[in-house]
């Protein structure tokens, strides 16, 4: 049986709703597949991907078919090995190592990793971190093909990136031409729904229907 592989953050993994209500369980029940769900509330970008890596060459094990559905999160997001003991090690699920940080002063980032996020963010640029993604994203792309995994990817959240800074990057013209890339400017999940929130009920069911119908035309 095939299986739907989901990954991304709290707009995925939607504690607002109940599970058979989000948008990947009624994809994966619309199609009768099984779901592997690795989203987790706070993922950063390269968590992201770094985990449906891991993930699917253990799932390619089971000789299955798959179907991968992954989402992106916010760019000002980072990665950060800190003490799993803690109260936010429920984060640490799918044996994952690092946690991801949200900005300065974010009540979900452990105390002793303030000073880490705010010493990052004085550096950070988002164009650099979108090209970054860009980058691993060829590679997520390339790994998806080679082992003949059928997949969309696409933002949550608006980048806030402009256009006309990316419009001439080698990544960004190389990942405009995958039909499976959903475009990282002029796309994004959270509008689908008409605002940009953690979906409702109804706000899941239209992004489920708008990806059915994308999953559709793969078949």
Known sequence: ?????????????????????????????????????????????????????????????????IVALIQLTHLTRIEYSGDRSGQNSWRYANEDLFESLNGPDNPMNPPEAQQYVKSSFMVHNELATLTNIMAFLITLTAFFREHNIKYLIYTAPKILVKKEEVVNDTFYKTLQKDKNV????????????????????????????????????QA
């Open 182 to 217: 959903m475009d990282l400017i002029d796309f994004n999940m959270l509008e689908l729904t008409g605002r940009q929130a953690h979906p409702d009920v109804l706000g899941n069911q239209i992004i489920a229907d708008y990806f059915i119908n994308l999953l559709s035309e």
């Open 1 to 65: 049986m095939t299986i739907l592989y989901s990954n991304g953050c709290s707009y995925t993994d939607n504690h607002l709703v109940q599970k058979n209500q989000r948008y990947q369980y009624i994809i994966a029940e619309r199609f009768g597949w099984d779901i592997k769900d690795a989203a987790i509330p706070g993922s950063c970008t390269s968590r992201i991907i770094r985990c449906t890596i891991r993930d699917c060459l253990k799932l390619l094990n089971k000789g299955e078919p």
